[in-house]
């Protein structure tokens, strides 16, 4: 096939000592930008952006989109020793992650979640080489309806089966999107909620009050106990790679599900994040554990990392070949690819196959180069669970800092950081789910704007949503999750053998 | 568990922060709800207006604030169950204090000599190690950041009069 010949082109132009050493130089420094809250990989490529001028395009695009592979893998690595997400889209890892860590099987769940990663983002590769074309014509066929059916529906099949006191799931929510609301009306150009502040301008933004809730609620928590509590005692297993991959082709109908949901909500602009939060709640929904999702299960970890990594990557695919980024970060590598003169779009294809094709076969080598470097420093990873507690609490909190202010450079960021950091103690005492709520606060914005300007367009008709079949099933789709666990719930009810009616009664 | 009852002292019950964070939540909403009223939050001819959705969300917020509200003053009498004890409660405060102050040092000195300050004397009198390992600890965490932000990727964090004296 031609495509074949133009990847193993691809791959001899790659295969250079030169490029090789870029790679895992780029991997290294993308791990250490995703470790740290509130870099960001988006913010790491820009910052780096200048470093690659002096390179020629195929080996700065390398280099650069292994930067990217490193910062998805590092984003990993803190939400599941230190309950904070490095990056929007690990927020969906902490879940079940973090639990896994404290009970002492961090090599667990770092080698599944690196694994799951790889996984998505090889099947995104793969989906990239192969149906590019055809993939970039269905990106183009997202408007606002669209969008928002999509938000909708990650929505819909985030919330549904969770336990306890549902109006303070509710409420969790509101606080979210009512957080999400705060600042510049997108369409009116208005003010909103924000009361005279000007430091509220921009809004809160969904990674402060993560690393705040998250991050610093987690430090708050621990506390309690007092710093006798000494670290987590973890095992330095260097076997652990190996027995955690023993256990994970059980969950091979989770991975496809999650690489599905990841490669297609990467194509559309919609993001890592909700592939995420979607994978999550559908794997929840699906999976015979499902109620013990929260309390570490590896395969809650298993899901939402294949699908943001496949998500991430297939961002890329609408970048190169409409010119249209599916993410922030690959927004970045778009201005990289147009200050190099090369022209993204289908054309690009033809006129720079080395390029193009150099860029592709890098994906394969550098998810591969990635899996290498991140599984061998496992074990070691899992060993600064190991640093006792009175040395390590500060460490976070001066980092969270750092994380909080480098978001928009602002004081006021760090103050609500540690505000947040409050709330998230009083609330995860008080069984008031945080999850909900930062889903509502990252995806709300979005969700009303794509809605707002859907009813622009439609002049306030709301079947709009129906109005052709890829937003209608989306919609449709959206609801039936929704409803779903009341109706499965009537349904045994309703089913259940008379003798145990009886004895309930 | 003499000793343990002893050394609780006071304590909160969850009831108790139910029925406040409830009241507070609820008057969030309120806030939410006012605000938007004023915003306009009517569906005009071209779909919601900008206080629509807030409008709609500051009123959740209190419908569902509300319902916990009242369960919990329901059950005021009745549970028992600890949201805090004193003792931990001082736990958490011995790092929420000096973190406050912490950022509070950002603010004015930058983010180098008071993360330094607070690590050194975090380990120092809550972890209980010896002055010479909580300084090197702090001092270590402090110039890596450094290291990292100011020189080699060239981000700017807060900074104050000593990073001025050496220039940056």
Redesign the interface.
Same mark, same amino acid.
């Given at each position: 096939m031609e495509e074949l010949n133009a990847l193993f082109h691809g791959f001899s132009v790659v295969l250079t000592p030169h490029n090789l050493l870029l790679m895992f130089v780029g991997i290294t420094l993308g791990v250490i930008i995703g470790v740290l809250p509130g870099l960001g990989g988006a913010n790491g490529v820009a910052i780096l952006l200048p470093l690659t001028f002096t390179m020629s395009p195929t080996s700065a695009i390398i280099m650069l989109s292994c930067i990217y592979w490193g910062a998805l893998f590092g984003g990993a690595i803190t939400s599941i020793l230190f309950n904070i997400p490095g990056e929007p889209w690990s927020v969906a890892t902490t879940f079940d992650g973090y639990p896994m860590a404290q009970q002492g099987r961090a090599g667990e769940a770092l080698t599944g979640a690196f694994t799951s990663s790889f996984v998505g983002a090889l099947v995104a590769v793969l989906l990239f080489t192969f149906l590019a074309p055809l993939i970039a014509n269905f990106a183009l066929q997202f408007g606002p309806p669209e969008f928002f059916s999509v938000y909708l529906l990650t929505f819909c099949s985030f919330i549904g089966t969770g336990k306890g006191n549902p109006f303070k799931i509710l409420a969790a929510m509101m606080l979210g999107f009512a957080m999400a609301a705060v600042g510049i009306d997108i369409i009116t150009g208005g003010l909103r909620l924000t009361f005279g502040f000007t430091e509220l301008l921009s809004g809160f933004h969904f990674l402060v009050a993560v690393i705040g809730l998250f991050g610093i609620g987690e430090i708050l928590l621990s506390m309690e106990e007092g710093l006798s509590f000494s670290g987590h005692t973890a095992k330095i297993n260097p076997k652990i790679v190996l027995e955690t991959w023993a256990k994970l082709p059980r969950y091979w109908a989770t991975s496809l599900r999650s690489c599905i949901i990841g490669c297609w909500m990467g194509i559309i602009p919609g993001g890592a994040t909700p592939a995420s939060f979607m994978s999550y709640g559908v794997a929840r929904k699906a999976s015979r554990n499902g109620d013990k999702f929260g309390t570490g299960q590896l395969e809650g970890v298993v899901a939402p990392e294949t699908a943001a990594h496949a998500a991430g990557t297939s961002a890329l695919l609408p970048m190169i070949t409409l010119g249209i980024p599916g993410s922030p970060t690959a927004a970045v590598l778009l201005g990289g690819l147009l200050i190099w003169g090369l022209q993204p779009g289908p054309l690009l294809f033809v006129e720079q196959k080395d390029f193009v094709w150099g860029l592709i076969a890098s994906m394969y080598l550098g998810n591969i180069a990635g899996l290498i470097v991140v599984l061998t420093m496992v074990p070691f990873f899992a060993a600064i669970l190991r640093v006792p507690f009175p040395i390590i609490a500060p460490i976070i909190v001066v980092i969270c800092a750092i994380g909080a202010y480098t978001v928009k450079n602002n004081m006021f960021d760090v103050w609500m950081m540690v505000a947040f950091g409050a709330i998230g103690y009083v609330f995860k005492k008080l069984d008031y789910p945080l999850a909900p709520m930062v889903l509502a606060l990252v995806l709300g914005d979005a969700a009303e704007s794509s809605f707002r300007q859907a009813m622009l367009i439609s002049q306030g008709d709301l079947t709009v949503f129906w109005s052709n079949w890829l937003v209608g099933s989306l919609t449709t789709l959206a609801l039936a999750l929704l409803v779903w666990p009341l109706f499965a719930a009537l349904l045994a009810r309703l089913t259940a053998p008379s003798g145990t009616r009886g004895a309930s009664t | 568990m003499e000793n343990a009852k002893d050394r609780a002292g006071r304590a909160v019950r *969850?009831v108790t922060?139910?029925v406040i %964070?409830a009241a507070l939540?609820f008057a969030?909403?309120a806030v939410?709800v006012y605000?938007?009223y004023r915003?306009g939050s009517r569906? /005009? +001819?071209? /779909?919601?207006?900008? /206080?629509y959705? !807030?409008f709609y $969300?500051?009123l959740?917020?209190c419908i @569902? @604030?509300g319902? #916990?509200l009242v369960?919990s003053l329901f059950r005021l009498k009745r549970e028992s169950k600890i949201?805090?004890r004193q003792?931990?409660?001082m736990? %958490?405060l *011995?790092?929420?204090v !000096?973190?406050?102050i =912490? #950022?509070l040092g950002?603010?004015y000195i930058g $983010?180098y000599v008071p @993360?330094l300050v607070? $690590?050194g004397l975090?380990?120092r009198f +809550?972890?209980? =190690?010896s002055g010479l390992r909580s300084a090197v600890?702090g001092l270590a965490?402090s110039a890596i950041?450094f290291m990292?932000?100011e020189v080699w990727?060239?981000? !700017?964090? !807060?900074k104050g009069p000593f990073e001025k004296l050496i220039g940056f």
């Open positions: - | *969850v922060m139910d %964070v939540i969030l909403g939410v605000e938007s915003l569906w /005009g +001819a071209d /779909g919601p207006d900008a /206080g959705f !807030p $969300i500051g959740l917020i @569902s @604030s319902v #916990v369960q949201f805090v003792d931990q409660f736990q %958490v *011995v790092i929420l !000096p973190a406050t =912490y #950022v950002i603010e $983010i @993360s607070f $690590i975090f380990m +809550a972890g209980k =190690y600890v965490v950041a990292l932000f990727f060239k981000i !700017p964090l !807060p």
